[in-house]
């Protein structure tokens, strides 16, 4: 049973910082990464990572988010600066292995307010 445990968010004032993790069970997933839903908004991607490191990103995130991985711990995280209030949402880890359906953490709630 694969499992992805997610860690991280929080409250946090408009410009501040926050760090996501995930922790996956398993053996090394293709690709691991971080989606988000709004209030009243469909689930949308938010960064991707490959096991070989090449990264994706949502234009609404370039250059204020940061995703990493680490294979050996099978972890991925998500470094958030400069948050706006229209980042809040609940953010899910996923990860999935090619061919196979993705598995989804349970959500962290990420907060933008002052």
């Known amino acids: 049973q694969v499992q992805l445990v997610e860690s991280g968010g929080g409250l946090v004032q408009p410009g501040g910082s926050l760090r996501l993790s995930c922790a996956a069970s398993g053996s090394i997933f293709n690709v691991m990464g971080w989606f988000r839903q709004g209030p009243g908004k469909e689930r949308v991607l938010v960064a991707s990572i490959m096991s070989a490191g090449t990264t994706n990103y949502a234009d609404s995130v370039k250059g204020r988010f940061t995703i990493s991985r680490d294979n050996a711990k099978n972890t991925v995280s998500l470094q958030m600066n400069s948050l706006k209030p229209e980042d809040t949402a609940v953010y899910y880890c996923?990860?999935?292995?090619?061919?196979?359906?993705?598995?989804w953490g349970q959500g962290t709630q990420v907060t933008v307010s002052s």
């Open positions: 996923y990860a999935f292995r090619l061919g196979l359906p993705a598995y």
